[in-house]
């Protein structure tokens, strides 16, 4: 919500403050704040070609069992490649998770164990249409995985139960990453978002579907950032 400067803050208590780009230097890898936004004063718009915030790699962000991904959205209705709205996926490894919108799959959320997925659940609704959306993708460890887009249930795919292995990627909203170039750089799949991201929400827990809903409903000023 600063609509200015290098850093997206985090409003939680673990503090986990992005930087936009690869580092605090204005560059364009930068996304551009947007006064233009579903919530509040300012989303970031990306570029769908490098542009990303990074938030390092905390270990903040390793969740060991259930936790689940939520953020409001808009595609660029020109664009129908996929992007990252949020990514801790190793690319090269196979290891972590990531959230992705766009493209044949529409919304799509992938957990690694390190050999393959714990679960991969695919949206079936279209989302590359220039409008906003609000998504929250969760994990229950060794049962499923479940993707609701605007407060309806899109996916639902079982879930290995292994454990989830990290590399040694940031965390990055808007585009994708790997241990071989961090950020979003000249590798193949590192799926830049092309369009809005606004008020992008990890939980190291399980919202219920009745609480996801209401998310929704109730939008921006509803959400307890303090899990």
Same mark, same amino acid.
């Given at each position: 919500?600063?609509?200015? $400067? ?14 936009l780009g690869r580092n605090n230097g ?29 938030? +390092? ?11 689940? *991904? ?25 290891? $972590?998770?990531? *959230? ?24 079936? &609704? ?12 969760? &994990? ?8 609701? *887009? ?20 940031? *965390? ?7 241990? &071989? ?43 307890? +950032?303090?899990?």
């Open positions: 919500e600063e609509g200015t $400067g290098q850093y997206a803050n985090d409003s939680s208590q673990y503090g986990n403050n992005g930087t204005a560059a364009s890898d930068d996304p551009v704040w947007n006064s233009t936004t579903k919530f509040g004063s300012f989303g970031m718009t990306f570029d769908g070609s490098n542009d990303f915030v990074n938030l +390092t790699d905390s270990s903040t962000f390793n969740f060991a069992n259930d936790f689940m *991904l939520e953020a409001w959205f808009l595609k660029s209705s020109s664009s129908t490649t996929q992007g990252a709205i949020i990514n801790k996926y190793d690319n090269l490894v196979g290891k $972590g998770y990531v *959230l992705l919108a766009g493209g044949s799959e529409n919304i799509k959320f992938n957990v690694h164990d390190g050999t393959g997925a714990t679960c991969g659940a695919a949206g079936s &609704r279209n989302v590359d249409d220039g409008k906003w959306h609000h998504v929250a993708a969760k &994990r229950i460890k060794g049962s499923y995985c479940a993707i609701f *887009l605007d407060g309806v249930m899109d996916s639902n795919v079982s879930d290995n139960g292994n454990n989830i292995v990290y590399g040694t990627t940031s *965390l990055t909203i808007g585009c994708g990453d790997d241990s &071989r170039n961090p950020g979003c750089g000249p590798t193949t799949n590192t799926q830049p978002f092309n369009g809005t991201i606004d008020e992008v929400v990890l939980w190291n827990m399980s919202l219920s579907n009745e609480t996801i809903i209401e998310h929704y409903q109730l939008g921006w000023g509803y959400f307890n +950032t303090s899990n």
